[in-house]
């Protein structure tokens, strides 16, 4: 009988020193919590002032990386991305020219971060180039333009293609006196002041194209149907005198007065 209790004494020894061992080895593990967790709480500020300069230092490489705010001075500066997407950006009418409207860029404004991304100084900026996309103004749409587009008025620019220094993009304006917008672009074609033509930089075989291209007919057939710009049919006197001005008895006619003079 002695023998079952010697045994059972060893194993509660045996035991017994294993879990003194397991705690000793638990130890340090515990003591670096406690000492972690009473650091955080005597000096919250900082762990908070450290957790907020993390963040913002990663919005910061965010924003570096998408070019969130950086204000484009060229067509060459605008990353590929932006025109495969079709993003749109903020500008300010600048001029309307002979090769199209000069557009300054207008970035988003973020009141910390701007500064501290900026990469131009104050100072004079130089304006994109920008073509209306899928149109040929006609020399009174282009005096539209420069009666409807005002120097520093905002626009937007929905990116399409990008040709050289050259922007092809739908430019949106908002209608005055109310919060609504429209596409330059088609109430150009609209009214009558403009053709559609071959949206350039987009194969003509992608969605893109076609899709831009019936946006862009439908509004020139409605131009068509109420003869309006350069689609307006002169009244009845006028196609009477240019058909007899045409025909071959008034040129004849035309020709004998003037023998017999």
Request: with cysteine; hydrophobic share 40%.
């Amino acid at each position: 009988m002695p023998e079952p209790t010697r045994e059972t004494e060893t194993e509660e020894v045996v035991s017994d020193r294993r879990r003194r061992r397991e705690e000793n080895q638990n130890q340090p593990s515990r003591n670096v919590v406690s000492v972690v967790s009473q650091f955080a709480d005597e000096n919250l500020s900082l762990v908070r002032n450290i957790s907020t300069g993390l963040a913002l230092a990663g919005v910061i490489v965010i924003a570096r990386s998408i070019k969130l705010i950086t204000k484009f001075q060229a067509a060459c500066d605008i990353p590929a991305r932006f025109i495969e997407r079709n993003v749109s950006l903020r500008g300010k009418v600048h001029s309307i020219t002979e090769k199209g409207i000069e557009v300054e860029h207008v970035p988003i404004y973020l009141p910390v971060l701007s500064p501290l991304l900026s990469n131009h100084k104050e100072g004079p900026t130089s304006p994109l180039l920008v073509h209306l996309a899928g149109i040929d103004l006609t020399q009174e749409g282009r005096l539209w333009l420069q009666k409807n587009l005002t120097p520093a008025q905002t626009v937007w620019l929905k990116l399409i293609s990008r040709e050289g220094n050259m922007l092809h993009c739908l430019v949106s304006q908002s209608k005055q006196g109310t919060m609504w917008s429209f596409c330059t672009n088609e109430e150009l074609l609209r009214l009558g002041l403009a053709r559609t033509a071959p949206i350039a930089g987009v194969p003509p075989d992608s969605r893109l194209y076609w899709r831009l291209h019936r946006r862009l007919h439908r509004a020139e057939v409605k131009a068509e149907r109420k003869g309006r710009g350069l689609w307006k049919e002169a009244n009845l006197w006028e196609r009477t005198s240019k058909a007899l001005r045409d025909s071959p008895l008034f040129r004849l006619m035309r020709g004998i007065f003037q023998r017999t003079e």
